[in-house]
């Protein structure tokens, strides 16, 4: 076809007349001058459109270092315009002062990266989206996270094999191999209380727990959800799930990525300690006070098997009032695994004084079996105690070498502490 189109030409050129033919060379070079103009017009129009996009990005730029007013996003939906037939992206935002703002979509972010509840942040005049921000915790809810992990290991826990087998089968199972529930088609526990006498190692035990898992660990004692202002204790319990949620959901923390392990899973332990500060039994006709801390306690029963509940997300609380517990606390589905910490018994008190004396240098007619039946109804806390006191009294008479006199005053000390302690309460 082009060879067709080519002869044809060359067979009008041939028919034309030199007149004829320098007129058409003329409208050629008009048509050529002209197009040349056209390029050069399209690009002057390209280099104005760069240097006008440069601008208003520099003034983007300058009015993100203005500052700006913090919303939250209440409601996204497109609206259908009748005249143009087109669908308009919009949003409503919640203003701190409590006003509700309904504006278009700027493009400077994503309408589809948006989502209710976001936290925004916009022109304080013209309520201008310019950056989505992550979600803000609070200082104290950040400090409740573990940075490092404790140096306590299941090693340091002495006379509590059953119950150590207990929490691996109930907490760290769970999060390591997920797929085993998942192929028998059950769920796993979601809480975990340990119950018991002061001093038996319930703590403890959280800390090896967190030094034994592969996940983030959150800590905290039920008496910092006690707060001065109505719904603050309630706000706090509110953002520690969310930040446990978002670690599960989306390897960050506060919008910051964590670059976990892709091929672990990823899980969050939040550990109560006294929880029977909030969750005691509610009673009618109750204070301020009261009324509060059920607020606190009835978030809490909706965190563990609500909607938003995660089965990545252990709970684990100690306690040693189990008896004043409400009873919705401690039912199934909740903390469905309840593992009492009861006293040593005497091989127990035994390896918890090997545990604590293996660093010291103590005589050869010490036996620690012996030192064990003289410490009878002693918690592992009081064990600890013993080997202390004995070391001081060596210590005092400039000993070299702990002895069986030593341990004898720290068992005679410790337990004269305990009554004492018993009679002031």
């Known amino acids: 076809n082009l060879k067709d189109q080519i002869a044809k030409i060359d067979k009008q050129v041939l028919m034309m007349t030199n007149t004829q033919l320098r007129n058409h060379i003329g409208m050629i070079r008009e048509q050529m001058n002209f197009q040349k103009r056209e390029l050069e017009q399209t690009r002057q129009d390209i280099k104005f459109q760069k240097e006008k996009e440069l601008e208003v990005n520099k003034r983007v730029d300058q009015s993100k270092q203005l500052p700006m007013m913090i919303c939250n996003v209440s409601e996204l939906f497109t609206i259908r315009e009748e005249e143009t037939d087109k669908e308009l992206q919009s949003i409503?935002?919640?203003a701190p002062s409590r006003q509700t703002i309904f504006c278009q979509s700027s493009g400077l972010?994503?309408?589809e990266d948006l989502r209710p509840n976001d936290t925004i942040a916009v022109n304080r005049e013209t309520y201008l989206i310019y950056e989505r921000l992550p979600q803000f915790y609070d200082a104290r809810v950040k400090q409740m996270l573990v940075a490092e992990k404790p140096k306590d290991s299941f090693n340091d826990v002495g006379g509590m094999d059953l119950i150590l087998k207990q929490v691996e089968e109930a907490v760290l199972l769970p999060l390591r191999k997920p797929e085993l529930f998942t192929q028998i088609g059950i769920q796993p526990s979601k809480g975990l209380l340990l119950f018991g006498p002061p001093g038996v190692g319930k703590t403890l035990i959280a800390r090896c727990i967190a030094n034994a898992c592969?996940?983030?660990?959150l800590s905290l004692c039920a008496t910092q959800l006690i707060q001065m202002y109505i719904g603050d204790g309630s706000q706090m319990l509110q953002e520690l799930f969310d930040l446990a949620k978002e670690y599960v959901e989306k390897d960050t923390i506060n919008g910051?990525?964590?670059?976990?392990?892709?091929e672990k899973p990823r899980g969050a332990i939040i550990y109560?300690?006294?929880?029977?500060?909030?969750?005691?039994?509610?009673?009618?006709?109750e204070q301020n006070a009261g009324k509060e801390t059920a607020r606190t306690l009835m978030l809490?029963?909706?965190l563990m098997d609500g909607f938003i509940s995660n089965s990545m997300i252990k709970v684990i609380a100690s306690t040693n009032r189990v008896d004043s517990l409400d009873p919705a606390l401690v039912r199934s589905n909740r903390f469905d695994r309840k593992i009492e910490c009861p006293l040593p018994n005497l091989q127990g008190r035994v390896k918890i004084l090997q545990i604590h004396s293996q660093k010291m240098k103590i005589g050869?007619?010490?036996q620690l079996e012996e030192v064990a039946k003289a410490c009878e109804d002693f918690s592992g806390a009081q064990l600890k105690a013993v080997c202390v006191e004995a070391a001081m009294n060596c210590i005092r008479r400039n000993g070299r070498e702990v002895d069986v006199r030593d341990f004898v005053e720290g068992v005679a000390m410790v337990r004269n502490r305990g009554k004492d302690a018993e009679g002031y309460v």
Request: proline share 8%; with cysteine; aromatic share 6%.
């Open 272 to 285: 109560i300690d006294e929880i029977d500060a909030i969750g005691t039994r509610r009673q009618e006709g």
């Open 92 to 94: 409503v935002i919640k």
């Open 256 to 262: 910051v990525k964590q670059n976990s392990n892709p």
């Open 109 to 111: 972010v994503p309408y």
């Open 364 to 366: 050869p007619e010490v």
């Open 214 to 217: 592969d996940c983030i660990f």
């Open 300 to 302: 809490l029963l909706n």
